[in-house]
């Protein structure tokens, strides 16, 4: 994948993500998992109604808004007005001003999402990343189950696991409160200073969660959290 | 907890000015969590007080620069009176020429030092004094192996290109195929082989060499006129008092050293054998602040100490008292705690713990008992431990252990 695919990716599937975190039910006609019809386009469902040009999806992500493929639209528009509607409200929730527990999940599900993309398909983060596996899970302090896990086995690819327990983690991350959390995925925290100040602590092989990190930094920078 | 306010200030206001408020291998989130200390105020001996007033039992000697204990009277008294002639001039003091003279005299295949603030200031000159003797470009080194911060070996993934790393070549610690193919793979081409004395990679268990490793590797680079370089930062004279080399029998072309060389001052020296002399000539060396007669002064007098007392063999004594004693005592709370790589400078590991969960809650605990045990770093015996004080840490580990048990 070129540079803008990755991009492109990622921004979908962070979206997709972002749904799962919200706990919107799909049926066929709103579901946006995205699917990578050729080289220019990615489709959200494999209904087709809502398609868009990668460098339309960067668009979307960067301004908040861009044209989605108008052959494709109006071929199924009910379908493709229904995925719009979920992609708004999940901007919508992006940009949420209430700091709960739904809130932190959402950004936790849409950043790890892009990173994970980025370990797998750029070529300076699986670089870094090299034959890597394993579990990181994020937990919010006083929880018994995480918040959200990244995961690969062996042969297998970075992915992402929301709320759900899985077993033998490499890293726990713990974050203090809600807010730290948040403040955490916007990338608002220093990882050294946070962790000296007990803002959250992080438990296991620190030196797989340096390089997740490295890699979630520099997804943030080209990908900041999603503002559609 | 021990209390941690005036830690939390400064670590708000260093990161307000400082990258990452704290770096390197002291940053908090890469190696120690908030329940060890982050800065510290004063040391004696194998004691230190952080910014709270917290005191600690030092296991860690600031990671191996210190060996004689903080604050050595002797050392600190040859220092003191060296500061006041001064520190830095225009040209080299006489002590220069003194130091040089001791290093050629106790490192048994020396002919010749320089010197430098840190490890890596050497081991980086080190490859290239070894490029500029063979004329070859391509440097062999272990992997995981820790030689300094600079691009072509640090662990870090910031700031690097790919030119970086273009002519260095790794191989597995003991595999002694691995290193052959290199060799034969690239034929003619290998300038240098740059190892330290045993594998103490951070995060993993060390490892030894095998009985036939060194006269394997020496076999190797003399039949491919390859220079082999010691990294004896960490470890030396903490095996042996004239070098590390010759606590494995062997002998490298260059040594490296520097941590316990100065007993905390800053220097490094790296020393090496006639033919490479001319090498060393050529290879530009140079630093405002690296003829520093302090700094050489602590050195001086730390060397021999470390001979007069004989302070490798002590240490190693030391190290082993404390770490089978340690191992024992794991062992009666079922925990099979193992005390790998040389005594005098042990990394912890507990069988099956490869995930560090266990190293992490056991250092945890301690570091509430006031121990300074590293979950992830190898620790450091100095001279300054005696009988009663590590009694007193396996006193303090018990607790330890009994609140690991009781939190199963």
């Known amino acids: 994948m070129d540079t803008n695919c990755i991009k492109a990716w990622a921004i979908a599937r962070s979206l997709h993500k972002g749904a799962n975190a919200l706990g919107l039910k799909f049926t066929k006609e709103n579901c946006i998992k995205p699917v990578l019809l050729n080289d220019k386009l990615i489709s959200f469902g494999t209904s087709k109604g809502l398609v868009f040009t990668k460098q339309n999806l960067i668009i979307l992500h960067s301004k908040g808004f861009a044209f989605p493929e108008l052959r494709f639209l109006l071929s199924s528009p009910l379908y493709a007005f229904r995925k719009i509607l979920t992609v708004k409200k999940i901007g919508y929730s992006l940009k949420s001003t209430k700091e709960d527990k739904r809130f932190l999940t959402l950004l936790l599900g849409v950043g790890l999402e892009a990173t994970s993309v980025y370990m797998n398909q750029n070529q300076l983060c699986s670089g870094i990343m090299g034959n890597d596996t394993g579990l990181v899970e994020f937990y919010l302090n006083g929880d018994e189950r995480p918040i959200a896990s990244l995961d690969k086995e062996n042969g297998g690819k970075w992915r992402v696991v929301l709320n759900q327990p899985m077993k033998n983690p490499r890293v726990r991350i713990t974050f203090k409160d809600i807010d730290i959390g948040i403040q955490s995925c916007l990338g608002q925290l220093n990882p050294q200073v946070s962790s000296s100040l007990g803002k959250y602590t992080i438990d296991g092989y620190l030196p797989l969660m340096d390089k997740i990190g490295y890699c979630a930094r520099i997804t943030g920078n080209e990908l900041p959290i999603l503002i559609t | ?408």
């Open chain 2, 1 to 408: 907890m021990r209390s941690h306010n005036k830690s939390d200030q400064l670590s708000t206001r260093a990161s307000a000015v400082i990258p990452n408020g704290t770096y390197g291998h002291v940053s908090p989130a890469g190696s120690l969590p908030r329940h060890f200390a982050h800065f510290c105020s004063a040391g004696e001996g194998i004691e230190f007080t952080d910014v709270d007033g917290n005191r600690w039992l030092d296991f860690m000697c600031a990671y191996g620069a210190v060996i004689h204990g903080y604050q050595n009277p002797a050392i600190e008294s040859a220092v003191e009176k060296q500061r006041l002639q001064g520190t830095v001039f225009n040209h080299p003091h006489e002590i220069t020429v003194e130091l040089a003279e001791k290093l050629t005299e106790v490192i048994d295949f020396a002919s010749w030092s320089v010197f430098a603030k840190n490890g890596s200031d050497l081991t980086t000159w080190s490859i290239r004094v070894a490029r500029e003797h063979t004329k070859r470009p391509i440097v062999i080194k272990a992997k995981g192996a820790y030689h300094g911060v600079d691009a072509w070996c640090d662990p870090g993934m910031g700031g690097r290109v790919k030119s970086d790393r273009s002519d260095i070549l790794e191989f597995e610690w003991n595999n002694l195929n691995q290193l052959e193919e290199l060799f034969k793979s690239n034929d003619g081409q290998i300038a240098a082989v740059i190892l330290t004395p045993y594998h103490h990679a951070a995060f993993a268990p060390s490892v030894m060499p095998n009985e036939d490793f060194w006269s394997n590797v020496r076999s190797l680079c003399d039949n491919h006129e390859t220079v082999l370089i010691l990294d004896d930062v960490r470890t030396g004279w903490r095996l042996h008092d004239g070098g590390s080399h010759r606590y494995f029998n062997f002998t490298p072309d260059m040594s490296v050293y520097s941590k316990a060389l100065g007993n905390g001052y800053a220097i490094s020296a790296c020393v090496g054998i006639p033919q490479l002399k001319n090498a060393a000539s050529e290879v530009f060396l140079t630093g405002s602040c690296w003829n520093d007669a302090v700094a050489m002064r602590a050195a001086l007098t730390s060397i021999e100490l470390c001979g007069n007392e004989s302070v490798a063999k002590s240490v190693l004594e030391k190290g082993n008292y404390f770490c089978e004693a340690l191992e024992r005592l794991a062992l009666e709370f079922d925990f099979q705690l193992q005390m790998t790589g040389p005594a005098s400078m042990p990394y912890p590991w507990f069988e099956g713990d490869e995930n560090l969960f266990q190293i992490q809650k056991f250092c945890q605990a301690a570091s509430a008992q006031g121990l300074f045990f590293h979950p992830h770093h190898n620790w450091f015996i100095s001279n300054a431990h005696d009988k009663g004080t590590l009694d007193n840490a396996l006193s303090l580990a018990q607790h330890s252990f009994e609140e690991m048990k009781n939190e199963l």
